[in-house]
């Protein structure tokens, strides 16, 4: 008997999550473990080592109750709303009648449509911040990448993939070079022309990337003929369009508006909520029908949540066993003996581990910020330039560790197992690799931030 996708998607994730939790937690009892002070760089070590055992196997519980637990309690509740509307909106036909009509005008330039979705996407990414907001539209995007006759994995390359790799290869995304810049003391957004070229070089990677694998996969994509829409009473799809208009506006508003920054899911959940509930409202008039399949969509999204407390669980048991400042102490401590270019692939590396635990980019600026710009000044080299090594290594990886929300959540949605999509981006991660430091060289030579 085939095993169901979902349940293999979230078996694999969960096995190489826990390992994972387990080495963390062993690693406690064989690193010195202390606190690490950025302004001296001195380090305090524990006379102790380790983690007691209920932090250590209850960590996916337990880091509920610490300082992130709020957060991760709102991201359930944002799953679990998020699940219910899409799963509405894709019960009342409406999804896939907008669907169908976008495959109607664009099943002659199926590379076409490619391209500019994957702008569309990346671009998001690179210039708003946007990468947890496009969650709601990986299942869209899904049913889209089917219609045109791609795979599953195009369809995750087209949102998900392209929208981290925008948020990485960022212009004036506001969570991560506008918070690094504020720290490190230089004009917000200066310096963007080169991250222009950045963003246009990882751009045509990405549709290279993609278009070999459809290209190898499929071949040419499928024509669709004589495809018909659903009947979607006008009304649904007015109220649908206009909450989308109000969610698009609000989202390009982040940036500049401080206090929607914390805001965001919550209104994204909201507004899908609602537009859910009112498209399910229109087609079926029967809010039975409606709670019903809320109900699904929501109860669906279970297997994503114990996923996020697993890799939660890891950063909390690092937390508690004080590791994470020796592992900071140590690479401080060898930046400043190497040459500048050398350094500054340490920074991409060092962030590039980090990133592992600590998913947030503005929390990972707050952390490395204070640590690196002095040995930046030390060692002659522009403080945009550690900047953009920073970059580089906060966000080409969220779309490859499992302990990133968003990636788990998307698969999930995607029915996608994580040793298949860890397949599929591993050779992409190698040249973005080798294109960072690429840039990171030339940036250097051209004195960038000087």
Known sequence: MKKNPAIKSFMSAAIILCIMLVLTGLLTFLMPNGTFDPSDLSFMENPTRGIRLIHWIGAPILVLFSDSGGLILAIIIFL???????????????????????VNKFVDQPMRLMALLVFAFMAL??????????????????????????????????????????FAAAVTNPFTIGVA?????????????????????????????????????????EKHENVSTYEIPKAAF??????????????????????????????????????????????????????????????????????????????????????????????AQRIGDVSPVMALYAVFFTVLILNFFIGSGSAKAFILMPILMPIMDMLGVGRQLGILAFQFGDGFSNVMYPTIAVLLIALGLAQVSYVKWLKFIVPLQILLVLLSFGWIAVAYLLGYGL
């Open 80 to 102: 679990l709303i998020i699940g219910g509307a899409i799963n509405l909106l894709k019960a009342s036909g409406l999804i896939e009648s907008l669907i169908l009509k976008i």
């Open 125 to 166: 990414g690179a210039f708003v911040g946007v990468f947890e907001e496009v969650v709601p539209l990986v299942p869209m995007v899904m049913l889209l990448s089917k219609q045109m006759g791609w795979d599953d994995l195009t369809g995750l390359g087209i949102s998900l993939l392209a929208t981290g790799l925008g």
């Open 181 to 221: 810049q504020e720290l490190a003391g230089v004009p917000i957004f200066s310096g963007a022309l080169l991250r222009v070229l950045v963003f246009v070089s990882v751009y045509g990677l990405t549709i290279w990337f993609l278009r070999r694998h459809i290209l190898r996969t499929q071949g040419a994509p």
């Open 238 to 331: 007015a109220s649908f369009f206009i909450l989308m208009g109000i969610l698009f506006v609000l989202v390009s508003l982040t940036p500049f508006i401080e206090s929607l920054r914390d805001l965001t899911l919550p209104l994204i959940g909201i507004i899908f909520l609602i537009a859910g509930v009112t498209v399910g409202r229109i087609t079926s008039g029967n809010f039975k029908w409606t709670a019903r399949q809320f109900f699904i969509g929501a109860r669906d999204m279970a297997p994503a949540i114990l996923l996020i407390l697993l890799a939660s669980g890891i950063k909390h048991v690092m937390l508690e066993g004080q590791i994470l400042d020796t592992f900071l102490y140590f690479i």
